[in-house]
Every structure is written in C-alpha cells, then in structure tokens.
C-alpha cells in the first residue's frame, strides 16, 4: 500500500512540530525518517499511524483519504521502542492478542489463530519461545516479539518507532540486519524512525532527513551521503569539518590558507560555508605542491578499532579539524603526536553561508 502525505501541518502549543510536510512512499519500500530529537518523526509517524490528528493536511493509503479514518480502519501495525508486550501474557497470546480483539464476524477461529502465530514466530526465528512469559526474554527477543505482533493482524503498513533504540550496539546491528532480510521476504510499506544515521544508511530503501519540522532531503542512502542538499544533512551523516571561506574570482579561500577550489556557480566576493568529510582528509609528511595542500600539526591521535583518528591543528590558525586514517595507512606514515603534516582535502562542498539560516 502506497502512503500519501500532503501539507502536514502540527502544533503543540506554540511549538510547530511539523510544517507544510508532503512525502510519497511507495508501496513495498522500507523508508526511515532520520533527523535529531525534536525534529517532528515520530509525530509524523503517529500521524500515519491514526495516533495524533494534524491540523491540517491530508494523509492518502493507496489514493484514498485516511485522514479522519480511526486507527484500526487504517490496517497499520505499529511497533514501540519499548516493546510495549503484555507482561501477564506467554509470548504465545502477546502475538495472537490482535487476532483475539477483533470483531467477531473478522475473528479466526482457534485453529486459525494458532497455526497463525506459529508461522509468524518461526518467522522471527522464535517458536520455541512460545511458552515463556516477556521478563524471560532478552531485548532483541523481545523486540522480534513485537514486531510478529505487530504483523499478526496482517498489516498493510508497517510504523516502527525507534524500534531498536533501547538495545545495545552488538544486538542492535544484528537486528538491523534481520529487518532488512524480513522486510525484502514480506515487502510490506514499512516506515521507521531512527535518529542512528548508520541505522537508516544500513537498512532504509530511502531516507527522509528531517530537521525542525521540515524536510531537508529525500533520497537514496548513496544519494543523501554522497550528495548532501543542505549544510544541515552534510553535518548529520557522517563525521565532517566545517570551514568558513570566501568566494572571488570563480574561486575560493579558505581560512587564509592557499587551499582553494573552483566554484563558478558562487556569488562573487560572498562568504561561503565548505564541507568534507574527516574520511576524505588526505594525510602526507610531505608537501604535496598543489593549491590544496595545507600545513597542519598533530595534537592528538585516537585508535578507533580499524581506524586511527587525528586531531590537526591548522597552522597560524586556532581551528581544529579532524581527520580519519585506515591503521595500515597511519603505520605507513609512523605519525606521531606533535608531528607537522601535509593535508589535502578532497571531494570539497561548497554552499553559500545563507545555506544555514
């Protein structure tokens, strides 16, 4: 089922949690709203859901008017960050709770509701947890639980919440993956919040960054990391330095330094904003001899696993920029704290210091 989304407009208050919101998702894609707290995701998503009314706009399922259509009319599962299973229930009757409550001219009979929940727990690989009671299982178990719950009632749209918020790394990427592999089996319209960039990049077919109640960029995990529209989305994926500089003559200057890049496309003689990853900071001992190159001092280094991460200090300049090395290439180079360095950035983006405002 398609979901239409058109001029969703949401106050609480004074506080605008949503404004002027329109988004298409398609049938059978998996699309993950990211952005930071207080960004307007899950209210957009209890607004799909049935759960919060806008106060103005229009919600379609496949063409059709839901807006003021009840939360069990609208054929949505909905899955909590906290699991929200009943306690006093075997995770058996959690799963076959929705098939239970339903009118009684829609409700399967016993058999049907049992042959059911067992297919959806084999489905989450969890049959033989049928029996047991939710404090007896662990968090990425009882996850998985609710979201069989969720889809017992045969959903056509599927809302999830921050679904793996509250579990730790290790099981959190493990369950990243068992959605991903679930969701191509089922392909149900499946919506998620997340404010975990490498959850979205991970497992969403497409990512809507939203930022103050506004969407900043739709696109493809590739698109929205490698192609940033706005300075916002470039400082939310991924780890990334900001330099301020000024555009003349086609070009710019960054931080007094020689480093320049071509930028036709600028106002002449107008501030600018310049973006690039700490991944794309480009390490030497020595000088490169081009425009780019610019002399740094190391004052920090941090092992990170596979990565070696490098606190530089510009030379003449009090700013700070981070730069990210594989470890073979660090042992190549044999850095070590207070060495002076060549850098040279790459893959340089350039917007206009409006861009922010």
């Known amino acids: 089922m398609s979901i239409e989304i058109k001029n969703i407009n949401k ?36 607004i799909i859901a049935g759960l919060e009314t806008p106060d103005s706009g229009n ?70 947890l049928a029996d047991r009671y939710p404090p007896q299982l662990s968090g990425g178990q009882r996850q998985r639980i609710a979201l069989a719950r969720a889809l017992a009632v045969e959903p056509k749209v599927l809302l999830l919440d921050e679904p793996f918020g509250a579990l730790d790394a290790k099981v959190r990427k493990e369950l990243r993956r068992w959605l991903r592999r679930l969701h191509d089996e089922l392909h149900i319209t499946s919506v998620f919040v997340t404010h975990d960039q490498e959850e979205a990049l991970e497992v969403a077919d497409t990512i809507v960054v939203m930022n103050q109640g506004k969407i900043e960029q739709i696109g493809s995990p590739q698109q929205v990391y490698d192609q940033p529209a706005t300075p916002f989305v470039y400082q939310f994926l991924g780890n990334v330095n900001q330099f301020n500089g000024h555009a003349t003559n086609g070009e710019i200057q960054i931080n007094n330094t020689e480093l320049k890049i071509n930028a036709p496309e600028l106002t002449q003689n107008s501030p600018v904003l310049a973006y690039v990853r700490n991944s794309d900071i480009e390490v030497y001992k020595e000088s490169q001899h081009t425009t780019s190159t610019i002399n740094a001092r190391i004052q920090h280094i941090h092992a990170v696993g596979s990565l070696v991460k490098l606190e530089l200090q510009l030379s003449h300049q ?12 660090f042992k190549e180079l044999a850095l070590s704290q207070g060495d002076n360095v060549f850098i040279v950035p790459r893959n340089i983006r350039v917007f206009p210091s409006t861009a922010t405002q």
């Open 11 to 46: 106050g609480f208050g004074s506080f605008s949690a949503l404004n002027n919101v329109s988004l298409d998702v398609p049938t059978g894609e998996l699309v993950a709203l990211l952005g930071p707290s207080g960004c307007g995701k899950t209210t957009l998503l209890r």
């Open 318 to 329: 009090s700013d700070v920029i981070e730069a990210e090395l594989t470890q073979v290439r």
């Open 59 to 128: 919600i379609h399922f496949h063409g059709k008017d839901a807006t003021e259509r009840a939360v069990r009319e609208r054929e949505v599962g909905f899955v909590f960050q906290h699991y929200a299973l009943f306690r006093h229930m075997t995770v058996f009757e959690n799963v076959a709770f929705g098939l239970r409550v339903r009118p009684k001219h829609t409700r399967p009979n016993d058999a049907e509701i049992k042959r059911r929940v067992h297919e959806l727990l084999n489905l989450v690989q969890l049959d033989w």
